[in-house]
């Protein structure tokens, strides 16, 4: 699910001035988004406070959702640039259809890994006929600057790598996490891994020291370290870690994610990411000319989204944290 709010605010994001210098235990409240009509998100990042973790700039938590009675998930053609897609379904269907004829259906555990680079346009549907439940994340990756003008390329994959230790069964969607190395591309050092912990789990989970963390709760809850963690937050856990124990009394879902402190300072609005405000107001005018740049969706039936009005402040790229 891409961003579909009219009124986007622009997000400077970049520099290490916001970056733990070591272990925080800070907890990000989700925040309630309506996208479209009828479709509720917990937005996670960007928020108050706090605008990256590593490289990773954009994650909305949604469902379960019963989406029995209607359409489910309808979100038209749109562009992207700058950024990395990366789709995680815990339960549901999404059909993906992309400028590069792309067409494919997502399922959970699948990895739908889109690389915008240059510019791709996408849509996002539930099928027709679709499972009862809608329940998921999306998550936008920054592209470092040797990268964000690269080829657009689309990716699924249908089985990915992980392990089962101690009540804790991991499954890694980005990176690397364990002895378990994810086939997804990724340009900067960085890790996604989905963790299935069993009720009454107690596991230390490995981090690397140079990445700063958060975790956040797709479903029951946990104790990380001191501090409860409860569904639909996402707790920061800075950087400086070589580990970090999780307890979980009841079965939990939960979703690593963590990288180097991602030191380019970039603008982020709508669905681009770009350099500068002037960037931003290129693309966003180009997707509306219907320009080339960004390609056209076959086999969506139904109008492409335009581009909302740009605010009427400049758009500049500094800090990580408001």
């Known amino acids: 699910m891409s961003n579909l709010d009219r009124r986007p605010p622009a997000r400077e994001l970049g520099g290490l001035e916001g970056t733990a210098a070591g272990p925080v235990l800070d907890l990000l409240p989700g925040k309630e988004v309506l996208l479209g009509e009828s479709t509720r998100v917990r937005r996670l990042l960007p928020t108050l406070g706090r605008r ?10 949604y469902g379960p959702d019963d989406i029995a009675s209607s359409p489910g998930m309808q979100v038209p053609p749109h562009p992207h640039t700058g950024l990395q897609t990366v789709s995680w379904l815990l339960e549901g ?8 004829g792309s067409d494919a259906r997502i399922h959970p555990g699948e990895l739908a890994l889109m690389t915008a680079g240059h510019g791709i346009a996408h849509s996002e549907q539930s099928p027709a006929v679709h499972p009862r439940y809608l329940h998921g994340a999306q998550l936008w ?9 690269t080829a657009p390329a689309f990716a699924h994959h249908t089985s990915l790598p992980g392990f089962t230790s101690d009540g804790l069964t991991a499954t890694v969607l980005m990176g690397s996490f364990g002895e378990a190395t994810s086939p997804g591309t990724a340009h900067t050092p960085l890790v996604g891994a989905d963790l299935d912990l069993a009720a009454g789990a107690d596991v230390e989970l490995p981090l690397e020291p140079d990445f700063e963390y958060a975790l956040l709760a797709s479903s029951g809850s946990a104790e990380v370290e001191d501090a409860p963690l409860e569904v639909g937050a996402m707790l920061y856990l800075g950087t400086g870690r070589r580990s970090v124990r999780v307890r979980a009394a009841e079965a939990t879902r939960l979703l690593l994610l963590g ?24 693309y966003a005018e180009r997707w509306n000319a219907e320009d080339e740049r960004f390609g056209a969706v076959v086999g969506y039936d139904g109008d492409r989204l335009a581009a909302p009005p740009l605010p009427p402040v400049p758009l500049r790229a500094r800090g990580r944290v408001r």
């Open 52 to 61: 990256l973790v590593g490289a990773w700039a954009f994650v909305d938590h």
């Open 93 to 100: 269907e999404v059909h993906h259809r992309d400028s590069l």
């Open 141 to 149: 990756v920054a592209l470092p600057e040797a990268a964000r003008d």
């Open 259 to 282: 990288g180097e402190p991602f030191e380019e300072r970039i603008v982020m609005w709508w669905n681009f990411v770009g350099r500068s405000g002037e960037e931003i107001t290129e």
